[in-house]
């Protein structure tokens, strides 16, 4: 069972929330009790946020009326504009640094992994990014090439198109591989 934040800021990497959100809730259709709660959190003061493509979303919440310790499972969605964004919240930085600090799950997908760098926590982690989005990820192992790996607490994702692919890894670290094997097959990927 995992309780999971997913945060947006202006320019977020639309699809890349949007998938991982999907995959997390249909999850718990699948399997009751997976994932309880999915929740959208805004950092701005307000639920309105608009995405990289125009795509304008509404909230579950805003960062200031969360309580971190509610979640088992920090995601980042990716987009250049909407993780610069990201990384100019001090309450979400100070809330990464604990969730890593309690060894909880902290993902990212596309650029947002540069944040877990420039707060040193994928150090001698194995990683994906987009390719180009690596600053402040000199000391990580990076992976590029592979869609989404997770390695300790950390689970990082290449880019919007591996974003099912990313949000299946957090199924399957919360649930179990036949799980999310399970809901692999009823997304069906055609190759």
């Known amino acids: 069972m995992a309780k999971v934040a997913i945060f947006v800021a202006n320019g977020f990497e639309d699809t890349e929330m949007v998938a991982t959100c ?19 959190v805004s950092i701005n003061d307000s639920k309105h946020v608009k995405g990289a493509w125009n795509i304008n979303v509404i909230a579950d919440k805003v960062i200031s009326e969360i309580d971190f310790n509610n979640y088992d499972c920090l995601v980042l969605p990716g987009g250049r504009t909407g ?45 994906t990014h987009y390719p180009g989005c ?23 994702g290449s880019s919007i198109g591996a974003a099912l692919q ?26």
């Open 83 to 127: 993780v610069d964004h990201l990384k100019e919240s001090e309450i979400l930085m100070n809330a990464l640094e604990n969730h890593a600090k309690q060894n909880k799950i902290i993902a990212a997908i596309c650029a947002a992994p540069e944040i877990l760098g420039k707060l040193k926590l994928v150090d001698n982690v194995e990683i």
């Open 166 to 191: 990313f949000g299946l890894q957090i199924v399957d670290h919360f649930t179990s591989t036949e799980q999310m094997l399970k809901l692999h097959d009823s997304l069906v990927f055609n190759y």
């Open 22 to 40: 999907d995959v997390l809730r249909r999850a718990e259709k699948m399997f009751s009790g997976s994932f309880p709660v999915v929740d959208i």
């Open 134 to 156: 690596d600053k402040d990820l000199d000391n990580a192992i990076k992976k590029p090439h592979i869609a989404a790996i997770s390695d300790g607490n950390f689970i990082t």
